[in-house]
Every structure is written in C-alpha cells, then in structure tokens.
C-alpha cells in the first residue's frame, strides 16, 4: 500500500483536556439523584438540575425524565469554593466549605420563591471536584446537554443586583417563572412569557428530534 494512502489515526490521550472533562461528566452521571436541595455537604464542584413536573413547555424534557429516569438536566452548573477569586485555585490553597451545597439551596430557593413550579418536582446530581477541573467539567456537561435554562432561558443563576442595581433588564427565566422579589424591581423583559414558553417548545422539539 502506498504511503499516502496509508490512514493515520489519532492517539487516544487520557490528559487532553476535552477526555478529562468526559470523565469528570461521565462520573457525575453516576452519582444517585438526589432531591433538591440534599442535605448539607462539604465540597465544591459541579451539579446538575432535573425537573419532572406538570409545565407544559417543558413535557418533551420530563418525558425523558419521568421514572427516575433523569437523562436530561434542565440546568447544568458549577461552585468553586469562596476563596477562589483570590487566587490559589487547584493549589489545595482554598477551602472549599459548602461552596456545592450552599449553591444548590441557592437554586432550591429561586424554584421555591416561583407561581409556576414545584420544588418537589427537581432533583440534583452534583460531584466533588479538585477545584482546577471544575469549570472544565462544568463546560463540558452544558456541550453535552445542551440544557434549556442554560441555552434558552438566561437568569436562572443570577443573583440580587443590590440597591441602586435594579436599572437592568428582567432576566428571561424570570418572565416565564415569576416570583423572584428582587427580579420584579427590573426593568420589563424583552419577551412576553406566550413568547418565551414558545422559544422553549420549539427548542426542546428540535433538540429531541436531531
């Protein structure tokens, strides 16, 4: 066979960066569903978020989800312990604390505070991860999935911008699952909530049907 017609194949590396954060997504797949929020734990490091509840735009995602299922996450994330911003990340400088556990009461708290949504109807996985790994694995999850409050709907995530702060725009999670407090002192969003629940439909459709 001639030389140039000779196939070359890829050596598999175990470190690349794009291997190592499917092996970190691959063991939090593994981790038992928890209900939202779980009982308090030390640790940072990724999570995802299930819903299986009534919402109608959201049946094609609960249809996958349904009987303990949980083979797609509505919301995907990640927690680095407090520290981090000062620097010392993946140097085992940083205590994690309850960086995970305080991020997902967090969430539990948004759902709670909502007309639309039922907290009982979430479950959680989440992984303890070596604090270097964790926005490499937190971005791998969301290639992976794709999740519709990650892709579609932005906000879920945000925080109170504080007094004096409430000159921006309603995030659209927040227009289609009102109740937030402080998300109401915002200025109108830019969808009608008719308008949002479609986006999200037709998403889910597509992304069901690839």
Known sequence: MAKENTPVLKPFNPLDKRNLGE?????????????????????AGVYALYYTGPFSPYERLVGVNRDGQF??????????????????LGLDEVEHGLALYKRLSEHAESIAAVSNLELS????????VDDIWIPLAESMLIERFKPVWNRVLDGFGNHDPGKGRYNGMMPQWDCLHPGRVWAERLQPCSYTATQLEQRVADYLYNFFNI
């Not at 083979?71 to 010392?88: D, H, L, N």
């Not at 109807?121 to 303890?128: A, E, K, P, Q, T």
């Open 71 to 88: 083979r797609c996450p509505i919301y995907v994330g990640k927690a680095v312990p407090s520290g981090a911003r000062k620097g010392g």
């Open 121 to 128: 109807d979430f479950h959680c996985r989440f992984l303890v």
């Open 23 to 43: 092996s970190i997504a691959d063991a939090l797949l593994e981790t038992e569903p928890r209900p939202l929020p779980p009982e308090p734990f030390i640790g």
